[in-house]
């Protein structure tokens, strides 16, 4: 009894915070969704699915965010996986302790000033002038999909690499001694043994990246000079510029669904990963 | 070759004050060197005791007064001033536009004393019950006869003062002539037509569908602020189409006109100003089937925590030698006729400022419905997302 006192009187600072913080207001975003925009923009009360109704009209903006987020996930995914297994297996404990230290620096700085310091190397006096000076002609890096994804995959590369580094370091080396020893050469070893074992780390990364993707507007808006429209834009847009506070509560409680969606789905997959061991691990 | 040297000697003589401006103080030193503007409001604000005080009128007005306004619109040592006067600390937000300055006022607790509205927002604020009368026993400085009534009107709505002119400007474009083969295009059918053409790739447009969407109503020769839903269908086309060969949809264009990745731009006189300053090929356009012509107002939020240092903020920025400095700091034109003494000649003749009748007659005052209407803004964000 007094057991349970006590973790009841722990979790209430935590508890509180979730309810003040994010329940209460995602019940403000869902009434609001059933509103009418007022005349001069804002929210005028009312019932009406309305706002639903027209979702269409951000269906360019959903889409968008569809395909460069996942496409976001996986380049960084394919990075990401050969540096924490070098992190892991590869390198010693002196080498592994800086190595880390500089995958985590460039968390230090403020996502902003990083994206301007990528408006300067992939504008017209960067990269590509470098380019054009070795003779392979002119190319446009800035402003478009391609700087967009090239600024997603740098920005959330650690949360991708951290994860799997983790679970790779768990990994018990003589099960790949075992495996050699069995006559398997390493390419299976690694297929059959460390792969599969890393698994959880790998979906924890995809997605920790893939959620953050889903909401990101600001690279989109620096390196895609406002051209490459995600639903985190169409967001901002619609909260701050048409003032247009019912439809984009609507649109926000849509995303929010295709987010609960998405930990739903990495839940039942990791209760199969996790398999025997019964327990979902976060990392 | 005289001009030149005089023009040179001049402007020599403006970058020395502010050095000296500058360099007066460390603290001011460090900031205005680093830039950052805001930051010394905001630590102002959160340690007064660093701010050098005056025994007179300490406290009488308050510690603080926020001021919400646009980027580069105000000159600092002013503001510094202004708390060595009164004991006041200005606290700047800096906004991006007229909409989400409404969506926080309209929300509610944005802790503001003054900020800046266009003409076409100040009947909205009305409308919502957001903006007061304004007290003008308590802006002796405000002398209504000196304010130029083109700029100072819209301050009015239904026969009561609302808000009093701070700047006025225009919207046209700028271009890089030295892209255009010498001859600089001079009208908005130019500006779209180029965009498709030979500066395919180099053209920005403003976040901002009312400057974007009226100047793309302009290449048809429809009004700056149609809602009629024909020709806005016909802007639409034309900014659809045109999107594949822009450079940018941001507000944010001096920096690329800088470095060369953007050749023409939609642009703000003060910004054309600027340009034209450092880079003598950037040519500041208005086109000739006009456009955007606005006047920029101080006013006072219904829930303004510091009433008092509101008014003392916007009487002293009111005086003509303080609104001077302000004129020569962000480069537009100030519809009081007192700063015509004080100002240099060269700015008061400057053409970028102070357009040719014809062109000016030409423009359009942006319309309250043109900021507020849902299908513009639908408009905008097919264009963004296309």
């Given at each position: 009894m007094q057991r349970r006192l006590a973790t009841s009187v722990l979790l209430a600072p935590a508890g509180l915070w979730f309810a003040v913080m994010l329940v209460l207001p995602l019940c403000f975003v869902l009434v609001f969704s059933l509103g009418e925009r007022g005349a001069a923009g804002g929210y005028v009360p009312a019932f009406t699915f309305e706002q639903y109704a027209n979702l269409p009209a951000r269906g360019q903006a959903f889409l968008n965010t569809l395909i460069l987020a996942p496409v976001g996930t996986l380049l960084a995914l394919l990075i990401a996986y050969p540096l924490a297994y070098h992190l892991a297996q590869g390198v010693g404990p002196k080498w592994r302790t800086m190595l880390l230290i500089l995958v985590i620096v460039p968390f230090w700085t403020s996502i902003l000033i990083r994206s301007y310091a990528w408006i300067f190397l992939l504008g017209g006096q960067g990269v590509p002038a470098l380019i054009e000076w070795m003779g392979f002609g002119a190319v446009r890096l800035i402003n478009t999909r391609f700087a967009v994804l090239t600024g997603i995959v740098y920005g959330y590369l650690p949360l991708m690499v951290l994860p799997i580094y983790v679970s790779l370091e768990r990994l018990d080396r003589r099960l790949l001694e075992a495996s050699a020893d069995l006559g398997a050469p390493p390419l299976r070893s690694f297929l059959q043994v460390a792969l599969p074992l890393s698994l959880p780390g790998v979906a924890t990364g995809c997605m920790l990246v893939f959620i953050l993707l889903m909401g990101e507007f600001l690279i989109p808006a620096m390196l895609g000079g406002g051209k490459v429209f995600f639903i985190g834009n169409a967001l901002v847009d619609l909260f701050l510029q048409s003032r247009n506070w019912a439809f984009g509560a609507a649109v926000a409680v849509t995303l929010v669904a295709i987010m609960l969606g998405t930990v739903t789905f990495y839940l039942m997959l990791m209760r199969r990963l996790g398999g025997a061991r019964g327990n979902v691990d976060l990392i | 070759m005289k001009d030149k040297i005089d023009h040179i000697s001049r402007r020599k003589f403006m970058e020395e004050l502010r050095r000296y401006q500058k360099g007066s103080v460390t603290r001011r030193h460090f900031l205005g060197v680093t830039g950052l503007g805001t930051a010394a409001a905001v630590l102002g604000a959160a340690m007064p005791g660093l701010l050098p005080r005056r025994?007179?009128?300490?406290?009488s007005i308050g510690d603080r007064v926020v001021l919400a306004t646009w980027p580069n619109?105000?000159?600092?040592a002013n503001f510094d001033a202004f708390t060595a006067e009164t004991g006041a600390a200005v606290q700047v937000n800096v906004f991006g536009s007229n909409e989400e300055m409404l969506a926080k006022l309209q929300a509610?607790?944005?802790?503001?004393d003054v900020f800046v509205p266009t003409n076409y927002a100040i009947s909205t604020y009305v409308d919502q019950d957001l903006i007061e009368p304004l007290d003008l026993s308590l802006l002796p400085n405000y002398d209504a006869a000196s304010f130029d009534p083109r700029f100072?009107?819209?301050?009015?709505v239904g026969g009561k003062l609302y808000a009093v002119p701070k700047n006025w400007g225009t919207t046209g474009f700028a271009v890089n002539t030295s892209r255009s083969g010498g001859t600089t295009p001079a009208t908005w059918k130019e500006f779209w037509d180029l965009t498709q053409t030979t500066f395919s790739g180099r053209t920005m447009v403003h976040d901002y569908q009312l400057t974007t969407i009226g100047n793309a109503l302009k290449y048809f020769g429809f009004s700056f602020n149609s809602v009629d839903p024909a020709e806005l269908a016909k802007a639409e086309e034309l900014l659809l189409a045109a999107k594949p060969h822009l450079f940018a949809i941001n507000s944010d264009y001096q920096p690329s006109m800088r470095s060369g990745d953007a050749w023409m731009t939609i642009c703000w006189t003060g910004d054309g100003k600027q340009l034209n300053r450092d880079m003598p090929e950037i040519a500041y356009v208005l086109g000739r089937e006009g456009g955007e012509l606005w006047s920029d107002f101080y006013a006072v939020p219904k829930s303004a925590p510091h009433r008092a240092a509101a008014y003392a903020l916007i009487d002293f920025l009111l005086r003509p030698e303080v609104n001077a400095r302000e004129a020569l700091f962000h480069g537009y034109p100030v519809p009081d006729a007192r700063l015509s003494a004080i100002l240099p000649a060269e700015v008061l003749a400057d053409p970028i400022l102070y357009p040719a009748a014809d062109l000016l007659n030409a423009l359009e005052f942006g319309a309250a419905v043109t900021l507020t209407d849902p299908n513009r803004a639908e408009l905008m964000a097919r264009f963004k997302s296309a």
């Amino acid at each position: 009894m007094q057991r349970r006192l006590a973790t009841s009187v722990l979790l209430a600072p935590a508890g509180l915070w979730f309810a003040v913080m994010l329940v209460l207001p995602l019940c403000f975003v869902l009434v609001f969704s059933l509103g009418e925009r007022g005349a001069a923009g804002g929210y005028v009360p009312a019932f009406t699915f309305e706002q639903y109704a027209n979702l269409p009209a951000r269906g360019q903006a959903f889409l968008n965010t569809l395909i460069l987020a996942p496409v976001g996930t996986l380049l960084a995914l394919l990075i990401a996986y050969p540096l924490a297994y070098h992190l892991a297996q590869g390198v010693g404990p002196k080498w592994r302790t800086m190595l880390l230290i500089l995958v985590i620096v460039p968390f230090w700085t403020s996502i902003l000033i990083r994206s301007y310091a990528w408006i300067f190397l992939l504008g017209g006096q960067g990269v590509p002038a470098l380019i054009e000076w070795m003779g392979f002609g002119a190319v446009r890096l800035i402003n478009t999909r391609f700087a967009v994804l090239t600024g997603i995959v740098y920005g959330y590369l650690p949360l991708m690499v951290l994860p799997i580094y983790v679970s790779l370091e768990r990994l018990d080396r003589r099960l790949l001694e075992a495996s050699a020893d069995l006559g398997a050469p390493p390419l299976r070893s690694f297929l059959q043994v460390a792969l599969p074992l890393s698994l959880p780390g790998v979906a924890t990364g995809c997605m920790l990246v893939f959620i953050l993707l889903m909401g990101e507007f600001l690279i989109p808006a620096m390196l895609g000079g406002g051209k490459v429209f995600f639903i985190g834009n169409a967001l901002v847009d619609l909260f701050l510029q048409s003032r247009n506070w019912a439809f984009g509560a609507a649109v926000a409680v849509t995303l929010v669904a295709i987010m609960l969606g998405t930990v739903t789905f990495y839940l039942m997959l990791m209760r199969r990963l996790g398999g025997a061991r019964g327990n979902v691990d976060l990392i | 070759m005289k001009d030149k040297i005089d023009h040179i000697s001049r402007r020599k003589f403006m970058e020395e004050l502010r050095r000296y401006q500058k360099g007066s103080v460390t603290r001011r030193h460090f900031l205005g060197v680093t830039g950052l503007g805001t930051a010394a409001a905001v630590l102002g604000a959160a340690m007064p005791g660093l701010l050098p005080r005056r025994a007179f009128a300490q406290g009488s007005i308050g510690d603080r007064v926020v001021l919400a306004t646009w980027p580069n619109y105000h000159d600092l040592a002013n503001f510094d001033a202004f708390t060595a006067e009164t004991g006041a600390a200005v606290q700047v937000n800096v906004f991006g536009s007229n909409e989400e300055m409404l969506a926080k006022l309209q929300a509610g607790g944005s802790g503001w004393d003054v900020f800046v509205p266009t003409n076409y927002a100040i009947s909205t604020y009305v409308d919502q019950d957001l903006i007061e009368p304004l007290d003008l026993s308590l802006l002796p400085n405000y002398d209504a006869a000196s304010f130029d009534p083109r700029f100072a009107d819209p301050g009015t709505v239904g026969g009561k003062l609302y808000a009093v002119p701070k700047n006025w400007g225009t919207t046209g474009f700028a271009v890089n002539t030295s892209r255009s083969g010498g001859t600089t295009p001079a009208t908005w059918k130019e500006f779209w037509d180029l965009t498709q053409t030979t500066f395919s790739g180099r053209t920005m447009v403003h976040d901002y569908q009312l400057t974007t969407i009226g100047n793309a109503l302009k290449y048809f020769g429809f009004s700056f602020n149609s809602v009629d839903p024909a020709e806005l269908a016909k802007a639409e086309e034309l900014l659809l189409a045109a999107k594949p060969h822009l450079f940018a949809i941001n507000s944010d264009y001096q920096p690329s006109m800088r470095s060369g990745d953007a050749w023409m731009t939609i642009c703000w006189t003060g910004d054309g100003k600027q340009l034209n300053r450092d880079m003598p090929e950037i040519a500041y356009v208005l086109g000739r089937e006009g456009g955007e012509l606005w006047s920029d107002f101080y006013a006072v939020p219904k829930s303004a925590p510091h009433r008092a240092a509101a008014y003392a903020l916007i009487d002293f920025l009111l005086r003509p030698e303080v609104n001077a400095r302000e004129a020569l700091f962000h480069g537009y034109p100030v519809p009081d006729a007192r700063l015509s003494a004080i100002l240099p000649a060269e700015v008061l003749a400057d053409p970028i400022l102070y357009p040719a009748a014809d062109l000016l007659n030409a423009l359009e005052f942006g319309a309250a419905v043109t900021l507020t209407d849902p299908n513009r803004a639908e408009l905008m964000a097919r264009f963004k997302s296309a």
